[in-house]
C-alpha cells in the first residue's frame, strides 16, 4: 500500500471518528449535478493517479481513481482502444473515479452500453476505512461483480473509489455520420426501424430545426469498414465530412452543443429517460421541442423546475421518468458564453432527481446499502445516488 493510499485511509477514519462529512472529489468537473451548496471537508482524489496494469491484448485496464480521464483516453488510442461508452468531461482535469461515481455515458450508450456495464472490479475504501476490493480484471471472475455495478453512478456515497479495472475495445476502424431533415414522429418512427436491421447504429441525435415542427436528425454508424459503406448507401441521407461530425458529436457529449447554450434564463435542463419505442412525448403547453438521443431513449428537455410534475406524468405515461440534470440556466447575462459546468453559481444547481428523488423502493434500498458501506454517514451528505446510465 502506498503513502497516498494510506493517507486516504487514516483521513477517511478520522473523519468516520468524529462523524465529520467528507466531499469526495476529483476534478471537480461535475460539482454542478451534486444540487446545492455542497457539505463537507474536501478528499481530493487526485493524488491516487496512475495506470496500475493495461494488457491491450486483453482489453482491460486496471487505473487508479485520480487519473486524469483523458489521460488514460490518449492512452488507449496510442494502441486504437478506447471507453466505448464516450464518459463525458464536462470540463478539464475529468478524472477516472469520478466517471465511475458519477456513471454519466455519452451518445453512444444506446448502442455500445452504459459505464456499469464496463466495469470489471473496484477498489474502495469504506465508511470503516476498510481498503476492499470487488470483481477483478476479468469477465470470468463474477465474485463481488455487482458490488461494483454498485458503485457506477452512486456519486461517491457508498464508498471512496480509489482504483478501477475497465473492460475496453479497438476503436471501430470505419465510422460516417448520416443527415436526415425529418420531423420528430418520423426520426422516431425510422430509429426504431433501423433498430430491428443489421446495422451498424451507433449514435443517434435529432433536433428541432424550426419553430414548425421540421427537424434534423444525425446518425453514427460505426464498425467494419464493408458495412459501414453499405449502411450508408441503404440509408441515404447527406453524408457529413469526418472532422466536422466529430466536433459535432463531441460538443453533443459535453453538452456544448447551440442548443444546450440557447437555454431560456429560468429554465432548468431535464432529462427524460423513455423506453426508446416511445413516441414523441405529450408535453406541456409552452414547452420547448426536445433534443433526443440514444436512438430515443433519452430525451433532454429546457423547461421551469416548476414544471417538474407535468414533466413526470408525461414521461411516466410512456413508461419512463424525468429528473432535474442541472436547474441554473447556463447563459449569465453578464457573462456571456459561458458553459454551465464552468460557471454554476454554488447552490444554484441540482442533481438528478434532487427536487423529487428516486421512487421509495430506490431510496429503501440505497439507505440499506449505505448504512453497510457507510454506516456513520460521512460520504458525500446531499448526494443521491444517480439515475444516469
Known sequence: MDSALRQTIERVRDSAATQRPLRIRGGGTKDFHGGAALPGEVLDTRALAGVVDYEPSELVVTVRAGTPLAELEALLASRGQCLPFEPPHFGHGATVGGMVAAGLSGPARASAGAVRDFVLGVEIVNGRAECLRFGGQVMKNVAGYDVSRLMVGAWGTLGLVTEVSLKVLPIPPAEATLRFELPQAEALRRLQAWGGQPLPLNASRWEAATPGGGGVLHL????????????????????????????????????????????????????????????????????????VEWHGGLRWLQAPAAWGPALRDAARAVGGDATVFIANNPMDPATPGQNHWQDAAPGAVAGPGADAGPEAVRERIHARLRATFDPVGIFNPGRLAGLAG
Open 220 to 291: 453514427r454508424l460505426r464498425g467494419a469498414t464493408a458495412a459501414v459503406e453499405s449502411a450508408c448507401r441503404a440509408l441515404g441521407g447527406e453524408r457529413l465530412p469526418q472532422a466536422a461530425a466529430q466536433a459535432e458529436w463531441a460538443a453533443c457529449r459535453e453538452q456544448v452543443l447551440p442548443w444546450f447554450a440557447a437555454r431560456p434564463a429560468g429554465c432548468a435542463l431535464w432529462r427524460l429517460s423513455v423506453p426508446p419505442a416511445a413516441p414523441a412525448l405529450a408535453l406541456p403547453a409552452g414547452a420547448g421541442t426536445p433534443l
